[in-house]
């Protein structure tokens, strides 16, 4: 298949060098130009604009960090839209707001291209691994053509009806229970430490007994031993998607009081300059606004070691 | 061991039947005695107050409904510490503040007994069957004597140091991580029930691919089908926890805002008169703040099936 | 003055009718024309575009819903950004985003055309008086030339420097701090109308010996009624102007735990159906949530009066 | 009237040299006698316990820091209610709980003897100038006959009916409004300070032309200065007085989801040590949050002033 790439970054270029190496006709894009050239190595061609890339291409991939890129590297004036040929698809996969989403869908139909909305889960780790859950709306004949690169990106894909922007709310309301989660753990972590308790010993309690969730083992231990480096994703962007989902809640009119806790918290960090910690540094904002320091010391020597 | 039982509710009377179960010598006590009856047949004795049964035994086991309670069998006129021989110890179940448990500590040590914090994880089934898990803090000789009995009720017994309020601050900050999973889980459910998503499918994707958690999908189904009744823990029990667990926090001066959604959201659900509902309910209370009536509809003949 | 008013809502109607008053040369319009005619009677002649309005004119005032309405009527392809004389001046009276301000003004500046920021404090009965107060920010010699304008229609012009969306926030702070104080009442007042006290009576203790606000003693009063209808401002109208405070905050990192809550609360009441209500009628959304009615019952006959 | 005062802090005080002023019989009792002392010059006789206190007066005014101290005091050991003659009546004036006053009202009865609750509005200058707002609830009978002290101490006193708690409900809704006003202005000054904002030009608009209240002038003023030292009336107590509403609050199931966030900023201000600021020091705690630092600067001289 002829494939244009757009976005290059850390979820972008593992996810462009698995569909070359699944055999595809790639020419890729990305701002920085630099991060496009080890593709080139692996058979990508470079183009110098979004449009360039875009022709003649069957499928257009935009894996982009926000609806800002999105809007330009797409709609812009040297964007993508304006030379992707007619009857091709455009395969959306940024985490975006259910506005432009909508927005890409009607812009499309009227260039007589296809819109398919295709978000995913997955941190870098599994975009390189080609183990990502694609989550996917759109026209079903179009979403059937795009399935072999939906596949080629993950394990499986997930469908959720013709109105793409479906596929951008499941998307963030799926990162807003992540959020919720973090803010929960960073909050009883705050109160245990607090009082004396072995935040180790408390994980392996409310996970080894309650959840047993993999997802609480990993940030709850990021939070446990206050490891919010290297992100392995930013706080930043976890307060960019949950504007995305109070977006999306102000646009059907649902109240989300836990996101909003979240957001305001999201922001104090913003405002700490803790931005480029790993989105569980709520663990951190949580215990400093506890007067604790925010790092977790190691209390392993300290306290009662799991006695059972 | 001799062992009086105090409190023989949904989650007392299997306990002191397991202990019966288990050989040990048991003499019960509860508020209106018609509870008890079941276990005489088993060989329990039946005392007519706390003071009574206290007499004479090697440890006594509260299984209540709050502090007041507790208070009240405990320290009040007829209550059981007045004649708890010494050293024998009070082995503490029910799930009450920090500030009661210290209380007790006190209390007991002048009376020159020994306490026992041991609150447990788990739900009446799991009473019955003795798949408890335990958190219990005291003296470590008086845990060590307890264990039998502690074992007896669960599947182990998870050691929280010397101060007893330990283990009722673990028990309350992991019951807040229950609460504030079900609010997020409401409004995630909310937003996408009122953009035509199949609740089902959902939980399929966030808990099926994300969370992987029992915990998340047995709570999840409850919210994704609108099914909260019968209450397997009242959402009234849940703003109980809940100000618990915002009493350690005031104590130790902790904020906790996403504790403070959620009680405010329990209290609504008490305005309305859903006090019984089980406290996924906040599921239910979530839908009708969003203006969805709060019974998810079954959906599943209409939406986009899981195809993959 | 040779002046193209655009927009004649409920406040822009007044407005331009005080500056044909005033003796300006105005030239009004609207996008429903009907509303334009009364002025005609005053002498105001009626453009079919909003870029024919500004053609040949000295100053531009804009009065208009939102930052959809403005962008459309001033950037759109129609609009006045177009047609404006360089030199002229865009005296912009909504309240909108400061994000669409600092645009406005990049976008100015460009086509060489002052732009001053100009939102007010006021009703529509205070725009009929030209009582309004003005907020003004922008070029100081830009704002100067504007001044008899901005004169003409409230009783007095506060400069805010030279940067147009200090106003613009200044306007929305301040209207945030009125949803704020509403929501505190809706607070108070569904709390003490639930344990019996007359509604009336505790406004003339919180009002009358504590705040002795004219603000506090209008909305106080609209609660304790329940008399929400017709809205003097409307809660939709809330709802947007706290996005508009949070985007602010957003944009600046400025977390707005308070705003939040009144955010949700305003959705809770879209969700309701409410939007029409005044932005009082949060007391309404908080009387239900408190499982009262949301009218206050006339309770004046049957409550202790007030006697000092 | 033989009159016993208990509590001679900043507030009772200058209250109980006012009724001696009035030419009232007083026997005062501080936990701290030091206290004392400057009453005896002005004819005081000072006991030595509460109970000694209460023996053959005709009142007995409590105006004492909390829940706890008015029970120890009144209910306690050597407290005042052992001793009280039977028709004699409890004036209490302190703020305590909904839920002591009943307990009170109920006690006193039981042992023949009156309950008024009578807390009062106003700072430890206003009981020096006997400007107090005194509200009053109790039977009318005893309310009349203490009467006379109470307009010895304030400047008017407003009833409530019969239920006691009903005055304690009234004084901490008072003061909830008074903590939720001050945590709107906290933000709106965080945020137009971080946008570079002047604050005193900041108040003079949202209270000189919107709000014109003294109470917004007031702890505009303090925020808008940074001024939050010594304390008017502590944060603690502004903590102190969330946690009384916010009791009401769940004993009365209205959900206050303002207060809740109010209550969260305090703690942060108590964990950050900052208990002894004003309550206006939720202006540092929402600075600081948001990246200031928490003391504003003069920019007075920097910033436009006022000109209209």
């Known amino acids: 298949m002829r494939i244009a790439f757009l976005g290059l970054g850390r979820m972008g270029l593992p996810m462009a060098s698995n569909l070359l190496a699944a055999g595809h006709d790639v020419v890729v894009y990305n701002r920085t130009r630099s991060r496009a050239e080890p593709l080139e190595s692996e058979g990508a ?3 110098g604009s979004p449009a360039e890339a875009a022709e ?13 890129a999105v809007e330009h590297t797409v709609l812009g004036a040297s964007g993508a839209l304006a030379t992707l040929p007619e009857g091709s698809i455009h395969l959306s996969m940024s985490t975006i707001s259910t506005a432009l989403s909508r927005r890409l869908g009607r812009e499309h139909a009227a260039a007589g291209q296809a819109y398919v909305a295709a978000p995913v889960f997955g941190r870098p780790e599994a975009a390189a691994s080609a183990e990502l859950w694609v989550l996917a709306a759109g026209a079903p004949e179009a979403i059937d053509r795009a ?8 394990q499986g894909v997930i469908e959720l009806g013709e109105e793409p ?22 909050e009883a972590f705050a109160l245990v430490r607090k009082n004396g308790v ?9 996970n080894g007994r309650l959840f047993r969730s993999p997802i609480y083992e990993g940030y709850g231990g990021l939070i446990a031993r206050g490891s919010y480096e290297p992100a392995g994703f930013a ?8 504007r995305l989902v109070l977006a999306a809640a102000d646009e059907s009119e649902v109240p989300m009081p836990a996101a909003s806790v979240v957001r305001d918290r999201y922001l104090t960090g913003m405002a700490r300059g803790l931005g480029e910690l790993d989105w569980s540094g709520l663990g951190r904002i949580a215990a400093e ?20």
Chains 1, 2, 3, 4 share one sequence.
Do not use: W, Y
Request: net charge negative; aromatic share 2%; glycine share 8%.
């Open 198 to 206: 072995d935040p180790e010993l408390f994980l392996e309690i409310v």
């Open 147 to 154: 399935r072999p690169v939906m596949e080629a990106l993950g």
């Open 165 to 186: 922007e479906t596929a951008n709310l499941v998307k963030v309301a799926g990162n807003f229970l992540l959020s919720s989660m973090l803010e929960g753990l960073a």
């Open 289 to 308: 606004d506890a007067g604790l320091d925010g790092q977790a010391e190691d209390r392993r020597g300290h306290a009662a070691p799991l006695r059972e």
């Open 45 to 47: 061609r470079v183009a």
């Open 56 to 68: 003649d291409v069957e499928l257009l991939v935009t894996m982009l960090a926000d609806d800002a």
């Open 235 to 242: 706080l930043k962007l976890g307060l960019k998607d949950t």
